[in-house]
């Protein structure tokens, strides 16, 4: 027989007063525990199991994505080519150079180098040819100013022979070892957290008094490279919202068994290598290619007019537009399908013209798919590389092109990282600018 003191607990009533306050610690579930801790562990239980489901893509994130971009960042101010080296067999890092750090810490920006200085160099040349690292560290006095590397292997063949005094001599051995802008850029090297790069990224540097000066005007590159690409990825992007947008009109309004099949064509790109789709544009665009071929064999060229469009931004542009061209359908098609006819067949009834209807009806409906399809081919296209090398030629590359060229010929992944994070921060800012006047929950990707 039950006890007739014990009241019955209805299970919703429990939660509903825990959760406003009312319960306290008297009741108690079955086996005995306090309800609230009971529920508590509950609920701890189930944040756990949450966390374990979505840990994996959390470690997938953070391995292939945060930190990568991490590294990148770190190594765009980081550089400790002229401070340290590190056997690549052994992994062991010894400390370079330290006399001649030690000079620059003790004497100011622009003080003409003694003959302590040149001990202190002496020194650290000897250093640098036991450890076989004059190259590299000539390497990195090359990045700020061109010939150094030669300067340093010479020096560390040569070192045990030079005689006191080892100003005369290194100067008797090359020359250049007096210049100014020689100990600026060692003097910059000898700190391995650095901004140098980043200002190299934007066509500046220091001179020997460590103003911030710009460059020659003949080595002034990367902004020119900047704002070309941000021209022709705007560009591309209006080309292909300008082509896409009655594409995926049409896709939106015609039956769905027929836009089923339209579809098709516009993801048949994405089942066709990019290489296949960047030289299928070069064998119809070059000089002696369909296109001219085309125009000759009509009459509206003559054979010696035919028209240049490789290797320029006109084949840049071109095939950019007809490889992202998808990327702007499909957000498109995934905002025009869901929108009603019934909404421009009611203001037409009521006297609205065809083009008033669709500017104030129809257009501001297609507003977030336009712009996720521009974010998303504006972002694609700031980041292409194979596309403009291939096609693009030296008019028609991006600031890509010069990236890969610095991590995979130069070396230089210092200023190769610095022109990457440029890029970075743009597209912050361009996603920043689209969450402003568009709103990022209003993105439609699909």
């Known amino acids: 027989m039950s006890d007739r003191n014990e009241i019955p607990v209805d299970p919703h009533v429990a939660v509903v007063a825990t959760a406003t306050g009312v319960i306290d610690g008297d009741l108690t579930t079955a086996d005995g525990r306090p309800l609230k801790k009971a529920l508590q562990s509950a609920n701890a239980v189930r944040r756990r199991r949450a966390f374990y489901l979505v840990a994996p893509l959390l470690v997938f994130i953070l391995v292939t994505f945060i930190f990568p971009i991490g590294q990148m960042l770190h190594r765009s101010f980081y550089n400790e080519g002229f401070t340290v080296h590190e056997d690549v067999t052994t992994g062991v890092r010894t400390p370079i150079m330290t006399d001649l750090t030690a000079w620059f810490e003790a004497h100011p920006r622009g003080t003409e180098p003694d003959e302590a200085a040149f001990v202190a160099l002496r020194n650290g040349i000897a250093q640098l040819d036991e450890l076989k690292a004059a190259g590299s560290a000539g390497t990195r006095i090359n990045y700020i100013r061109s010939g150094s590397r030669s300067m340093f292997t010479k020096a560390g063949r040569k070192w045990d022979k030079m005689e006191p005094p080892y100003k005369e001599a290194f100067l008797e051995l090359d020359e250049e070892w007096g210049d100014p802008e020689l100990w600026s850029a060692m003097r910059s090297a000898s700190h391995s957290y650095t901004l140098d790069f980043y200002l190299a990224a934007v066509d500046l540097a220091r001179d020997v008094e ?236 699909g």
């Not at 998303?376 to 596309?387: D, E, H, K, M, S």
């Not at 030296?394 to 990282?417: C, E």
């Open 210 to 445: 460590g103003q911030v000066v710009a460059v020659d005007v003949k080595r002034q590159v990367y902004v020119k490279l900047f704002i070309r690409t941000l021209i022709l990825s705007v560009l591309i992007t209006f080309l292909t919202f300008i082509l896409a947008y009655p594409i995926a009109h049409l896709l939106a309004t015609l039956p769905l068994r027929y836009s089923n099949l339209l579809m098709i064509f516009v993801l048949l790109p994405f089942w066709t290598s990019l290489l296949v789709r960047t030289t299928s544009w070069m064998v119809l665009l070059q000089s002696q290619g369909v296109v001219n071929d085309a125009l000759v064999a009509t009459g509206l060229l003559s054979d010696e007019n035919r028209l240049q469009m490789m290797y320029n931004q006109i084949g840049t542009v071109v095939a950019m537009t007809h490889i992202l061209l998808p990327f702007m359908v499909l957000p498109l098609y995934s905002v025009m399908r869901p929108i009603d006819p019934s909404y421009v067949r009611a203001a037409r009834s009521l006297g609205a013209t065809s083009w008033t209807a669709f500017r104030r009806i129809y257009f501001p409906q297609t507003v977030p798919g336009i712009g996720a399809g521009a974010l998303l081919v504006f972002i694609l296209a700031v980041g292409y590389y194979i596309t403009p090398a291939l096609v693009g030629g030296a008019d028609g590359q991006l600031i890509s092109n010069l990236i890969a060229f610095h991590m995979q010929k130069s070396l230089n992944w210092s200023l190769a990282a610095a022109l990457a994070s440029i890029l970075l921060a743009g597209v912050l800012v361009l996603y920043w600018l689209y969450d402003k006047l568009v709103g990022i929950d209003n993105l439609k990707l």
